[in-house]
């Protein structure tokens, strides 16, 4: 919508009818218009992103028997989220990142963040939230508790960030460049370059390990799953996981490595201790990503 001060939403009907027996029996309209006004108006700004929520009673809309008179209640995004259960989406195409509440399967908020957000990390022990806004090669700051912007990092030696993760105790964040094939290390307290390292070919996805210590990237070009040092990272080219078909996400745990393999529909169980395959696992088509549950 346009930028400006939101006061009410006006809402019409086309039609309305309810399935019976396969056949759609229609339902006469009470009102095919009807306005909601807002308690609290909604202020939009340039690149802001806010959530109003409209909540039908089904039930409460057909209390007249053949009639449909919606009786729709109207709020606007929860201002100040618990931390607790909360699953932040980041959607680049409209510049705005969601939050849901895992307990109760439902967007909460949002709020707008420039630049096609596209990665994220969390640090709930320092109530921060960092965004990979990947077209200005930036890492964007968020305070947990107000969704409030509060710093913003240029990655240099960056020039098409397509992946971020942060180390475990939030210190440092990691960046691929799938234009240089360059893979850094921003120390984020201080906002600086720390470490360069450089792929043959181009990384799609990485996991920090800590047994052994170490940061691992799959490249789909190499068929390969490299091993860096987090600190220097220079990389460890005999440790190297050879013949992996179009790795893509990674998942470890346990001293095994987890790799999603797109091509072949399958995922290749690695052992980091004995350094070699122990199993591979079929599973649906084109397997990209993983996450713990």
């Known amino acids: ?84 259960n909360l699953i932040y989406v980041a959607c680049p195409e409209i ?13 909460i908020g949002s709020f707008g963040v420039s630049g096609n957000p596209t990665y994220l990390g969390l640090d709930p022990s320092r109530d921060r939230l960092y965004v990979l806004a990947s077209q200005e090669a930036r890492i964007k700051i968020y305070e947990m508790s107000s969704s409030r912007l509060i710093d913003h990092v240029k990655i240099p030696m960056i020039y098409n960030p397509n992946y971020m993760i942060l180390d475990p105790d939030g210190t440092n964040a990691y960046v691929l460049d799938s234009q240089s094939n360059n893979i850094v290390r921003i120390d984020l307290a201080s906002g600086t370059l720390a470490g360069r390292g450089r792929l043959p070919e181009r990384g799609q996805y990485m996991i920090h390990l800590s047994t052994p210590n170490r940061v691992a990237v799959s490249s789909e070009l190499s068929q390969a799953v490299y091993f860096f ?65």
């Open 229 to 293: 040092d987090p600190q220097s990272l220079e990389i460890f080219e005999q440790e190297t996981i050879l013949s992996v078909s179009s790795p893509q996400g990674l998942y470890a745990k346990d001293n095994l490595l987890y790799i999603a393999e797109s091509s072949t529909n399958t995922v290749t169980v690695y052992d980091l201790v004995g350094k070699i395959v122990k199993q591979r696992l079929n599973v649906g088509f084109s397997p990209k990503r993983q996450c713990q549950y």
């Open 95 to 107: 510049d705005t990142i969601y939050m849901a509440s895992a307990d109760k399967n439902r967007i």
């Open 1 to 84: 919508v346009p930028d400006g001060q939101y006061q009410r939403f006006k809402i019409e009907f086309g039609e309305v009818f309810y399935k019976k027996e396969g056949k759609n029996v229609p339902l006469k309209l009470d009102e095919q218009e009807i306005e909601i006004l807002l308690r609290d108006h909604v202020s939009i700004s340039n690149k802001d992103s806010q959530s109003v929520f409209l909540t039908l009673d089904s039930k409460a809309s057909l209390s007249v028997p053949d009639t449909f008179q919606p009786v729709i209640s109207i709020k606007p995004s929860q201002s100040h989220p618990l931390l607790t």
